[in-house]
């Protein structure tokens, strides 16, 4: 009773083990022709070559077994033996392979026990298991555990085993045909949304090209009517000093010159940035005090300034830097015209310069509601703006042109007293930017 049981429990398993591979493999999905063909198609087009090394490792702990393999199998593949699953593992490990055939029953490692450590060491392989008709667990664990493609029962025929070696092979190789056809795909959907990206930012550029040509051709016309004004004023300036006029308003008047003049430059600097794309500097030695001293003469004509109390800090023995004296007081009046902005009524602006490291540092700093993280990022893009519609979102911009060409950066961050504080740095002596 017991042996017959013990038959139908062995035939039972066989005929599952036959079911199980009647695709070539325990775990292959079924495919069509048409799959077939188009995997082909993508491979001849994307120039995808054999992925296979015709390399077969035979592990068997008899020798004599190991040179029957070999004679059987040598005329067509690269055979590589082992006598054990450790010493398997190691040929793996270094040694192209496609195809692992091993007996089970072996000393120490079983060949179950190998193609499961195979399985997760070396996944691009297909496993064959030699086994007894009896060895009915070795069996299951080859279907269910070791992920074996196919298993060839003692004695063994020829015919089968070279049949079971080429359809092994065969699955080895779509499998890895398939992952070169993924990576290239992937790699060549990477260079596509590589040139995208690229495209869209160059539409960015020339849309921003287009805007800030736009505001050029507007600070040409400004710079014109500006022109025609400073030349009455220039007038008005010689009739004074022949006049007995009050120095006060003398003085009045050629601060009103002195602003002018500036935002004329201010406005031929927008304009041939427009133009050209880049900035053209006038270098020469340059005292950071100077710039300073420069910067609040010109913003004193701003009606908010009375409103306000502006403190100036400049370390004394500072080294001059190369630059260009307009270009940089442009920048500072910028900076603290925005603070004077910023700030309540009766707040202080805070300006000050000093040595760090082989930098200068020229800050401003003011008392108003700080700038929002999420507008910090993008501060010095043009056309952003911490004022909403009230600015056009071009003088900051325009200011880290100026710094960033004199070799230098700025940066915008927290006050210590919750308002805004922005920083310049540049490079002390001659070692600024390039001219």
Known sequence: MCARTNSRSAHFLFAKARAYTSVHSLAAPRRTVNDDLQISALVERLGVGTQLTRGVLVVDDEPLNLRVLQDLLEDHWTVHQAASGEEALALAATTPLDVVVTDQRMPGMKGVDLLAELRVRRPDLAGIVITGFADMQSLESAINRAGAFRFLRKPWDAADVLSAVEQAAAFVGRGR??????????????????SLASLREQQAMLLHMERVGTIGRLASGVAHDLRNVMAGLRSAEDEMRQLDVAPGLRDFLGLGLSHAENLMRSLQTLRDYSRTGSLELTRAPLAVGKVVENAVAIARMDPLFRQRAVERRVDEGLP???????????????LVRNALQASPPRATVRIEAASRGAELLVAVEDEGAGVA????????????SGKGDQGLGMGLYMARLIVERHGGRISAGAGARGGARFEVSLPAGGTAGPA
């Open 320 to 334: 001059e830097l190369m630059g260009d004296a307009q270009k940089l007081t442009q920048v500072l009046v910028n």
């Open 373 to 384: 993280a999420e507008v910090r990022e993008r501060l010095f893009q043009p056309f952003v």
């Open 177 to 194: 045909t398939i992952r070169a056809l993924v990576e290239q795909l992937a790699a060549q959907g990477s260079a596509l949304e590589a």
